[in-house]
């Protein structure tokens, strides 16, 4: 799940938005089955409502971009940096918690 919440950033920020789509759901997926600490899930599913504005936005838009990179406001991948940068915190909080010995 970090890998997922690394990827996603570097994945707008490069202008392959529309493939973020893959360790977004990689994460939720990941969170969903494996991850019991609920400040994790909500990190994710923030991550995924921020991630998935701009692509409703995008697919509904008749007049829209080719690509989701094209067509996504500078606002929304802040947004999902943002998100992201929440998640690994969390991640972070959540495995050191688990350590308590270290």
Same mark, same amino acid.
């Given at each position: 799940?970090?890998?997922a &919440?690394?990827?996603?950033p570097l994945?707008?920020v490069?202008?392959?938005?529309?493939? *973020?789509v893959? @360790?977004? #759901?990689?994460?939720?997926v990941?969170?969903?089955? /494996?991850?019991? =600490?609920?400040?994790?899930?909500r990190a994710v599913?923030?991550l995924? &409502?921020?991630?998935? &504005? @701009?692509?409703?936005?995008?697919l #509904?838009?008749? =007049?829209g &971009?080719?690509s989701? /990179? $094209? =067509?996504?406001? @500078? +606002?929304?991948? +802040?947004?999902? #940096?943002? *998100? /992201?940068?929440?998640?690994?915190?969390t991640?972070?909080?959540?495995? $050191?918690?688990?350590r @308590?010995?270290?």
């Amino acid at each position: 799940m970090t890998f997922a &919440a690394w990827a996603v950033p570097l994945l707008v920020v490069g202008q392959f938005a529309l493939l *973020a789509v893959l @360790p977004v #759901v990689l994460a939720l997926v990941g969170a969903l089955r /494996s991850v019991r =600490d609920r400040a994790v899930r909500r990190a994710v599913f923030l991550l995924a &409502a921020a991630y998935a &504005a @701009p692509l409703v936005v995008w697919l #509904v838009r008749p =007049d829209g &971009a080719q690509s989701l /990179s $094209k =067509d996504m406001q @500078p +606002g929304f991948a +802040g947004l999902i #940096v943002a *998100a /992201s940068a929440v998640l690994l915190a969390t991640l972070h909080r959540a495995r $050191k918690q688990r350590r @308590p010995g270290r």
